[in-house]
């Protein structure tokens, strides 16, 4: 589950912080929970004939370190992300297991990538937080080579999303700062709309989109649900500032509205995201 993000400063500062941090303490569950989109991934990566790949927004490395291992010595995988934390954390898996994935602390809609570096550029939920995902893609489309690939895994709408949504629906009665989601705003349901998804792609230089909806079933112990609950997404800040009292009615509310998805020691959820896919258009620069 991703915050929605700020502007670029304090969208920094958030993922340097208790974001990040979040992240980095939980990336085992959070990598079962997410281990199909990274199977989809890494499988494109080896059935194709890509040798440079670039992860973006790659967090805490697991489709970055998914990729180079089926990649051996016959190529190389780089993550790119904001997040020391989470760099942090990928890097120290990747020298525990001598995996050779190279990690860049940067944003990926302003890094000066070195043109027509890549073949293909991958992303597991990370390309939704640009505050201007024209130039970003743009320059995405810059560090790809001609005819480079691009596979993105992104959220369709909260509605299509209801674990996502649960938490802040079910707490909304407690308490009164609950940050509204605003549709189109960098977070984790920016790219709802296929068309904006399109033309976002097309106006930066990508051709041949395809975009297709896939339902992905993602699991995870139910007893990590609670810390799940109040690490993660817009709860997890206003659960920051609150006093205790409240912080326990909020939490015994919230976990009792995620009963239905409770099956004895599994907690498990539909993912409804979009599987988006094009090439770099010899036609741009």
């Known amino acids: 589950m991703d915050d929605t993000r700020q502007p670029e400063d304090e969208q920094t500062k958030l993922w340097n912080g208790s974001a990040g941090h979040a992240w980095a303490d939980n990336q085992e569950v959070l990598d079962a929970m997410f281990r199909p989109f990274e199977d989809l991934l890494a499988e494109a990566v080896v059935t194709s004939s890509a040798r440079q790949v670039l992860d973006v927004g790659c967090g805490t490395g697991s489709t970055t370190l998914a990729v180079a291992r089926r990649l051996g010595t016959k190529g190389r995988c780089t993550g790119i992300d904001i997040s020391e934390p989470m760099l942090a954390a990928a890097r120290a898996r990747a020298e525990q297991e001598g995996t050779p994935a190279r990690f860049i602390r940067a944003n990926a809609q302003l890094h000066a990538f070195e043109p027509a570096s890549f073949d293909m550029i991958i992303s597991r939920f990370g390309v939704m937080f640009f505050d201007d995902p024209v130039r970003a893609f743009a320059n995405l489309r810059h560090a790809a080579r001609n005819d480079a690939a691009l596979l993105a895994i992104a959220w369709r709408s909260p509605s299509e999303n209801p674990f996502m949504t649960t938490a802040e629906r079910a707490a909304a009665p407690l308490v009164s700062n609950i940050p509204a989601r605003r549709p189109d705003a960098p ?34 112990p139910e007893k990590e649900l609670v810390n799940y609950l109040t690490r993660f997404g817009l709860l997890s800040r206003v659960l920051q500032d609150a006093d205790d009292r409240t912080r326990t009615h909020v939490i015994e509310t919230v976990r009792a509205a995620f009963e239905p998805f409770v099956h004895g020691a599994e907690v498990r959820y539909t993912a409804a995201c979009w599987k988006v896919e094009a090439r770099a258009s010899a036609a741009s620069p």
């Not at 041949?208 to 993602?218: A, E, L, W």
């Open 187 to 220: 977070g984790q349901f920016a790219f709802a709309d296929s068309n904006r998804i399109h033309r976002i792609l097309e106006e930066s230089g990508w051709a041949g989109i395809d975009i297709q909806p896939i339902d992905v079933t993602c699991t995870l």
